[in-house]
């Protein structure tokens, strides 16, 4: 706009960042889901300060956009300028990118017992609506609950199930089924996450990059 004002987004931004250490077939359940969901979803991918990263952060950052340019939801945009190791200023950034808009803080069940501890809690979970979307394998627990709304926290959980698919699991064995179709070709490309050099591979990647 001329008077340099960003107009407030229709309805609540969903937020979710991820390592995207590689992107997974359970990364794009939930971001098919939230796009069901929400008006808008911002996805990008960020540092972990607890992780040890399989790849550059510019490498996944890549990837996490061929992943959203295959989902190709006009509701959904990569928007990598929010990535930051810390949630608090990645909150920050999208409240000045959306001025007034509600912003839900999206993050998968396995991490709900982490964010107590995170970078600045109490400001992180006053500046947004956590939203958990339950991971299969990481039932969420009422302590964990408890801790959040003690915080302060306004939590919601998802009506969505996110398969179990983890990108631990597949950087430690490589696995084309439990990844989205679409980033195969850039995997190989880069010889990313050991997927190039094993004969026993060669099979599941051709039918695997024919598949949806």
Known sequence: MSNGVVKA?????ALFGTSADPPTRGHQALLEGLVQLYPQVATWASDNPQ??????????????????AAIGDPRLSH???LSSPWAITTL??????????????????DLAAQIP???QAEAVLKACVLAIAPRGGWPLQPKQLEQLTQLGGRVVILPLQVPATASSAVRQTPDPAQL?????????EHNLYGLVGDPSLKHRLKSHLKSP
Not at 53 to 68: C, F, I, K, Y
Request: glycine share 8%; hydrophobic share 45%; proline share 9%.
């Open 117 to 119: 501890s995170w970078k």
């Open 51 to 68: 992780k040890h990263h399989g790849a550059p952060l510019e490498q996944r950052a890549t990837l996490l956009g061929e992943l959203v």
């Open 79 to 81: 928007r990598q300028e």
């Open 180 to 188: 989205p179709a679409a980033l195969l070709p850039l995997l190989l």
């Open 9 to 13: 987004a229709e309805g609540p931004i």
């Open 92 to 109: 920050e950034r999208a409240a000045a990118q959306w001025p007034g808009s509600e912003l839900v803080f999206v993050v998968g069940s």
